[in-house]
Nanobody
Framework: VQLQASGGGLVQAGDSLTVSCTAT????????MGWFRQTPGKEREIVAA????????YYSDSVKGRFTVSRENAKKTVHLQMNSLKPEDTAVYYC???????????????????WGQGTQVTVSS
């Protein structure tokens, strides 16, 4: 599976931004998708995840209520809409794929087998 992330950029605090990730896998509909972020010197942390069915989602406490994850299986694309951005949201954002139709949505980085190249999101104060 190859993943291509796009949509990062420089925005001001309070602005909105959407990052997207497109996969090459033909059976995209059987993959859990996750968004992670990382800043220098810190471990990669999960931001949001969406199940292969699209019916289950997960958000970290730091973004809950501000970010929305969604997917378009026909386009093999997952989106992360980020509203009310804060300077502490500044990071490289990675999309990741975890194949397999599991009942429980995966939220740990070690559960994800495939990773995109990352896209920089910078929020200025």
């Amino acid at each position: 599976v190859q993943l291509q992330a796009s949509g990062g950029g420089l925005v001001q605090a309070g602005d909105s931004l959407t990052v997207s990730c497109t996969a090459t896998k033909r059976t995209f509909g059987s993959i859990d998708m996750g968004w992670f972020r990382q800043t220098p010197g810190k471990e990669r942390e999960i931001v949001a995840a969406i199940s292969w069915t699209g019916s289950n989602t997960y958000y970290s406490d730091s973004v809950k209520g501000r970010f929305t994850v969604s997917r378009e299986n026909a386009k093999k694309t997952v989106h992360l809409q980020m509203n009310s951005l804060k300077p502490e949201d500044t990071a490289v954002y990675y999309c990741a794929a975890a194949p397999g139709r599991l009942v429980v949505l995966r939220t740990k980085s070690q559960d994800y087998d495939y990773w995109g190249q990352g896209t920089q999101v910078t929020v200025s104060s």
